[in-house]
């Protein structure tokens, strides 16, 4: 099975509207970070946002929020007020466990922004 | 340093011919990680390192790569008798260390192309 699941190959969102990226997880480890990255077409991969298996409330950055829902094991992503500058691919990560361990990366969502 | 560095940022090599790529972590992460990224496609783990631990190799595609951490800093991923299907974007990051909770800084990354 997948461990990291996106089944948006492609979004558009108009500007200054917000847009929801959508990521499923699997795993049986009760100890996980999720996190989200944004890749321009630049090609850097910048950290966005994480989240705690056991933090109780949503992350927020700015204009990033995620969507955490443990029992249905989804963590999606919430761009708020869409910018141009927002257009990229997005993808979703998890770690598992205490040790240092390879993150899984689902396969990325891209998003437009339309003016 | 303050990032991530790789180099070269591009390089192009010739069928048969072996490469390397050099990654320069950020200094006290102590956790250090190659992916590569094939054109439209998600991060494939390769291989990581952690301090002097023996490293995990589970992501390498083929007895052709390997890759070298010394002295718990710069690390070369070296490909030999490259292919075709070699060509690909090669991530590097690195991570202060272990436990779930820890994001990745990733390099801009090296542009192989085999011709």
């Known amino acids: 099975a997948q461990k990291i699941t996106q089944t948006q190959p492609g979004m558009f969102v108009q500007e200054k509207e917000a847009v929801t990226l959508d990521c499923t997880y699997d795993?049986?480890?009760?100890?996980?970070?999720l996190f989200w990255y944004k890749q321009p077409s630049s090609g850097e991969m910048i950290f966005l946002i994480y989240?705690?298996?056991?933090?109780?409330q949503n992350a927020t950055e700015g204009r990033y929020s995620l969507n955490f829902q443990k029992a249905r094991k989804s963590a999606n992503l919430v761009i708020s007020a869409s910018q141009l500058g927002d257009s990229a691919m997005y993808f979703c990560?998890?770690?598992?466990?205490?040790?240092?361990?390879?993150?899984?990366f689902g396969t990325g969502t891209s998003l437009t922004v339309i003016p | 340093g303050a990032g991530v560095s790789q180099s070269p940022s591009n390089k192009v090599t010739e069928k048969g011919k072996d490469v390397e790529l050099r990654c320069d972590p950020i200094?006290?992460?102590?956790?250090l990680y190659w992916y590569r990224q094939s054109l439209g496609q998600g991060l494939e783990f390769l291989i990581y390192?952690?301090?002097?631990?023996?490293?995990?190799k589970s992501g390498l595609p083929s007895d052709r790569f390997s890759a070298e951490r010394t002295g718990g800093s710069v690390s070369t991923l070296t490909i030999q008798r490259t292919q075709q299907e070699d060509s690909a974007v090669y991530l590097c990051?690195?991570?202060?260390?272990?436990?779930?909770?820890?994001?990745?800084?990733f390099g801009s990354g090296t542009r192989l192309t085999v011709v």
């Open positions: 989240q705690g298996s056991y933090d109780q």
């Open positions: 390192f952690q301090g002097n631990s023996a490293p995990d």
């Open positions: 990560a998890m770690r598992e466990g205490l040790a240092v361990r390879q993150f899984y």
């Open positions: 990051a690195s991570s202060l260390g272990g436990g779930s909770s820890y994001g990745y800084t």
């Open positions: 795993t049986s480890d009760p100890s996980y970070g």
């Open positions: 200094s006290g992460h102590t956790a």
